[in-house]
């Protein structure tokens, strides 16, 4: 079960970009990494996911190194809308959902 | 708008008492899995059903418990309601039987007092 760590919380400005860096050091061969994005009281959205190299959406970017024991999530000239909870989660895509932890996350919060 | 429908929003209830959440998952999505958000233990996986069928466990109490219709909506029911039950609880669903991408409703807010 991989595990995955990634700071508690982020502060930035508008219009900067942003990267959040998630470590997973036992993830395993058939793990994808992928990314959540809540809002207060709403449920989590997806954002993104790779499996290594660099994949990019409409939303962000998703680097993941050849070892793949961390990957970074970029978000391009944040705004305010930003502001969110972000979650790493790493698994095998046929694994079963008590295998997926969201964990706590990492707080972004962007100022004007 | 992610296509899952939760009801209720809000509920406000006593201890002791029992609450059934509903959810109506996207069309043509099979599994439907159940989560428990508090301010202190961010988000807990409950229980998944796929197709009517229980498929994978969580941390759900014995208090809970859940369950799947032939329509494909679920329902869960808390019940001996204590206060630390107090907490978001979200239905998310998926086309299979798997994660891979999941869809999360705007969840219920169960308030016990």
């Known amino acids: 079960l991989a595990k995955t760590t990634q700071p508690i919380s982020m502060d930035s400005y508008e219009g900067q970009e942003v990267n959040i860096t998630c470590s997973h050091n036992?993830?395993?061969?058939?793990?994808?990494i992928t990314w959540y994005q809540q809002f207060p009281s709403q449920g989590p959205r997806f954002i993104i996911q790779?499996?290594?190299t660099k994949v990019t959406n409409e939303v962000a970017s998703l680097f993941i190194p050849a070892d793949r024991k961390s990957s970074t999530l970029s978000l391009p000239r944040v705004s305010l809308s930003d502001t969110a909870v972000y979650y790493c989660?790493?698994?095998?895509?046929?694994?079963?959902?008590?295998?997926?932890?969201f964990g706590s996350g990492t707080r972004l919060s962007i100022r004007p | 708008d992610s296509g899952v429908t939760q009801t209720p929003k809000h509920l406000i209830t006593a201890t002791g008492q029992r609450v059934t959440l509903r959810c109506s998952p996207r069309?043509?999505?099979?599994?439907v899995y159940w989560y428990q958000q508090s301010l202190d233990q961010g988000l807990q996986f409950l229980i998944q059903?796929?197709?009517?069928?229980?498929?994978a466990k969580g941390n759900i109490l014995e208090r809970f418990s859940a369950q799947q219709f032939p329509d494909l909506h679920s329902e869960l029911n808390l019940s001996s309601l204590e206060l630390g039950d107090s907490a978001l609880y979200f239905c998310?669903?998926?086309?299979?039987?798997?994660?891979?991408?999941?869809?999360f409703g705007e969840g219920s807010r169960l308030t016990v007092l």
């Open positions: 998310a669903s998926s086309a299979g039987t798997t994660s891979g991408e999941l869809f």
């Open positions: 790779g499996y290594k």
């Open positions: 069309s043509g999505d099979l599994s």
């Open positions: 059903y796929y197709n009517g069928e229980e498929r």
């Open positions: 036992n993830i395993a061969t058939n793990d994808y």
């Open positions: 989660l790493v698994g095998d895509e046929r694994s079963s959902a008590s295998k997926i932890i």
